[in-house]
């Protein structure tokens, strides 16, 4: 079979900094609404830091919408130069702002580290007809249009993903009823409430659901079974599917490199923490920690290659 999926990100070893001074002040700009997977690492960030006396008075805003790209587009507009102004992403932002035709990307912030990975997984109500993978590639093939996905925005990873089983199934990716959500509270209250025949999006959104079998799951793309899930993979019903999400913090534009370097070292210090490994570790989020210019090297890879994968799934033109 034809490898469909995207390569997993690679762990970066960590390396303790040595002490350093608190800083006194940090905001991190969560691109989305409430409950999604933006939201969950700023306020992980959030509080981590603040256990581990990193930073005084830390704040985090939300400002949802268009994949991130109305937040990013806000946050370059008005932090540039601002030491204290931070935003967070990942690789759904690096699709939805080509989808989106954005007018700011993530060229025009300052990257600092890579945080995380989390495997996709698709979810179907309790009671929907859909019990694994099998029964989801029929459905697409008697009518895909009739197949509506509950995911994050247009041209995201979860977009992906979605394309890529659609892909695997033998059926056009461009025909799938995707339909897009501002945040992962959204998503999941048209799952919950049958709005949609299933929803695809990281593990760590859907996990309470999934544990209190509101939700089942129909496949997770990871390469093998994940110790914190008991379900399979894509792979082993058949369908080769394998994506990961990545989520990343950026400083703003027109920072100095005096002033990237401490913010660089600050999330470093906060990633080899305990109390890091251990939200790393409640919210099935895999460590691929990777900060300062070899980030940068990462990021401008992904964007393009992200740019050819939407072309060839038919996501974009």
């Known amino acids: 079979m034809k490898?469909?999926?995207?390569?997993?990100?690679?762990?970066?070893?960590?390396?303790?900094?040595?002490?350093?001074?608190?800083?006194?002040?940090l905001r991190i700009m969560a691109p989305a609404g409430p409950g999604g997977g933006w939201d969950q690492t700023a306020r992980s960030i959030q509080s981590t830091l603040q256990a581990e006396g990193l930073v005084s008075n830390i704040q985090v805003e939300n400002v949802a919408g268009a994949g991130g790209t109305i937040g990013l587009q806000q946050f370059v507009n008005r932090s540039s130069g601002d030491a204290a102004a931070t935003i967070v992403g990942g690789y759904v932002m690096v699709g939805a702002i080509i989808a989106n035709d954005s007018p700011v990307s993530l060229t025009?912030?300052?990257?600092?580290?890579?945080?995380?990975?989390?495997?996709?997984?698709?979810?179907?109500?309790?009671?929907?007809p859909i019990d694994n993978a099998e029964d989801l590639a029929a459905a697409l093939s008697e009518n895909a249009g009739a197949v509506t996905w509950a995911g994050g925005s247009a041209g995201g990873v979860d977009h992906i993903a979605a394309g890529l089983f659609a892909q695997a199934a033998g059926?056009?990716?461009a025909t799938i009823n995707y339909?897009?959500?501002?945040?992962?509270?959204?998503?999941?209250?048209?799952?919950?409430?049958g709005q949609v025949t299933v929803g695809v999006s990281g593990f760590s959104e859907f996990s309470a659901q999934i544990e209190a079998g509101s939700v089942k799951v129909i496949g997770i793309t990871a390469p093998e079974r994940q110790d914190y899930l008991d379900a399979?993979?894509?792979?082993?019903?058949?369908?080769?599917?394998?994506?990961?999400?990545?989520?990343?913090?950026?400083?703003?534009?027109?920072?100095?490199?005096?002033?990237k370097a401490e913010l660089v070292t600050t999330i470093e210090t906060m990633a080899a923490s305990d109390a890091w490994a251990e939200v790393l570790e409640s919210r099935g989020w895999v460590d691929t920690f990777l900060a300062g210019d070899a980030f940068t090297?990462?990021?401008?890879?992904?964007?393009?290659?992200?740019g050819a994968i939407l072309t060839e799934l038919g996501i974009t033109e």
């Open 179 to 193: 339909i897009p959500y501002s945040g992962g509270g959204e998503a999941l209250a048209a799952i919950l409430g």
């Open 171 to 173: 059926v056009d990716p």
């Open 3 to 25: 490898k469909l999926g995207i390569a997993a990100v690679l762990s970066a070893t960590l390396i303790a900094p040595a002490a350093m001074a608190e800083l006194s002040e």
């Open 232 to 259: 399979p993979t894509f792979a082993e019903q058949g369908y080769d599917v394998e994506v990961q999400n990545w989520r990343m913090i950026a400083g703003a534009p027109g920072i100095t490199d005096e002033q």
């Open 108 to 128: 025009d912030v300052t990257p600092l580290a890579r945080l995380t990975g989390e495997y996709v997984v698709v979810v179907a109500g309790a009671d929907s």
């Open 297 to 306: 090297d990462y990021l401008n890879g992904e964007i393009e290659a992200t």
